[in-house]
């Protein structure tokens, strides 16, 4: 574990963002984008399982027996970890994620301060997409720590799996994480609309049911923040309309064009000024020729509506990166972020032994103690019966009486 600990240790002091550990090979990390092999630093096979069963719980242990793979998410002493755990030719592999110690601000990830007027919304869809590694979940992130701390709002998050754990401040967070908490994200959308919530965060569109659950929560009157995989505006809403068959793709174009309020594509680029890699965005949001355009389905205008936007906000990813990102004169390097969390982490780990469908159930109360609610039981000898009616009378006079009144 101190082998695993020092590797991670020098990663963050290197910017690494991403390690490779695997048996027999060298260890590989990417830093600004580029894959990099450590040559000096190499785990055997043995190493490998002795780490995977000091990090992994019995549960997720059992998980990777049966699906030869799982994704988790644990805390280190500068940052967040996000591991893939999978089996390959040379034995489990995994593949780490270095997240930063502290939920980011917007303006420490280098964001356009435009985007704080996503966490004034009360209602509608945003849409943050992009590539795998990109930083799309770090993105949202910033956004709630944004509400967080200036609204009072109940933010529900459905993770796969939970990054970043927040502490609730003004608003009252709670996280779900897929195969933890909720069987799937249909599941945990149907159950989200009975959980009094203002904002809600699906941490990946995925299929058609939870694209259609997720306007029926934006249309419902909630604030939905989602990621998708695309690399333009136009691809995202081609293939959230392409998850549905044909005579249904109106009636979705409708309802997206009413629902959309902003769709933001991320990635990263290097900027030689500073040294380090900052989010690249496109930004298009709701306006009339934007709703007009996808009602229409003349989504290859798309691109043309975010040129001519720029009054109203929109970026193109040149426009991002000439007038804004360029015409910065400091930006947050990335290592600033890799820091003990100043907050202390509430109990956000409790498994419940309830869910546990292995043990034994629960005893609602100590063997040889009565509840203090409840009242002592008479004896069957006993006169002292309860009392049911207005004027006093107890269950025994009252079956008396009608006896008397049969007879």
């Excluded at 392409?242 to 990263?268: C, G």
Aim: hydrophobic share 40%.
């Amino acid at each position: 574990m101190e082998k695993f600990e020092n590797l991670i240790s020098s990663a963050i002091d290197l910017g690494v963002s991403d390690v490779h550990i695997t048996g027999g090979h060298p260890v590989v990390y990417r830093i600004n984008g580029i894959l990099k092999f450590q040559t000096t630093v190499k785990w055997n096979y043995k190493e490998v399982d002795a780490l995977l069963e000091t990090l992994l719980t019995p549960r997720q242990l059992n998980e990777l027996r049966e699906r030869y793979s799982i994704d988790c998410a644990m805390r280190f002493s500068r940052g967040w970890l996000r591991i893939n755990v999978f089996y390959t030719t040379r034995g489990l592999s995994l593949a780490i994620r270095i997240l930063p110690g502290i939920v980011p601000t917007i303006e420490q990830l280098n964001l356009h301060p435009s985007l704080k007027e996503i966490c004034k919304l009360k209602s509608g869809l945003v849409l943050i997409c992009g590539a795998t590694g990109v930083g799309k979940t770090t993105t949202i992130a910033s956004l709630l720590e944004e509400i967080n701390r200036n609204f009072a709002q109940h933010i529900i998050t459905l993770e796969d799996p939970i990054e970043f754990r927040f502490i609730s401040k003004k608003s009252f967070v709670e996280q779900r994480e897929l195969g933890t908490h909720m069987p799937t994200f249909e599941r945990g959308l149907l159950d989200v609309l009975r959980e009094d919530p203002d904002v809600i965060v699906i941490g990946e569109v995925r299929d058609q049911e939870t694209i259609k659950l997720m306007l029926n929560i934006a249309e419902a009157g909630h604030l939905i923040i989602a990621t998708m995989h695309a690399s333009n505006s136009e691809e995202a809403l081609h293939r959230i309309l392409n998850a549905f068959p044909m005579e249904s793709q109106d009636d979705i174009r409708n309802r997206l064009a009413s629902t959309l309020a902003w769709l933001v594509i991320q990635d990263m680029v290097f900027l030689d000024k500073f040294g380090f890699r900052v989010p690249l965005l496109s930004i298009l949001r709701s306006s009339q020729s934007l709703k007009g355009t996808i009602r229409e389905d003349k989504l290859h205008q798309i691109e043309n509506i975010i040129q001519l936007g720029k009054n109203e906000g929109m970026f193109s990813f040149d426009r991002y990166l000439n007038e804004y990102l360029m015409s910065q004169n400091f930006l947050t390097p990335p290592l600033k972020l890799f820091q003990p969390s100043p907050e202390k982490t509430e109990g956000v780990d409790y498994r419940s032994p309830i869910m546990d469908s292995s043990r034994e159930p629960l005893k609602r109360y100590p063997k040889d103690k009565k509840r203090i609610t409840e009242p002592a039981s008479p004896s069957p000898e006993s006169d002292q019966v309860p009392t049911f009616s207005n004027d006093g009378r107890s269950l025994k006079d009252l079956i008396e009486e009608l006896d008397k009144e049969y007879k």
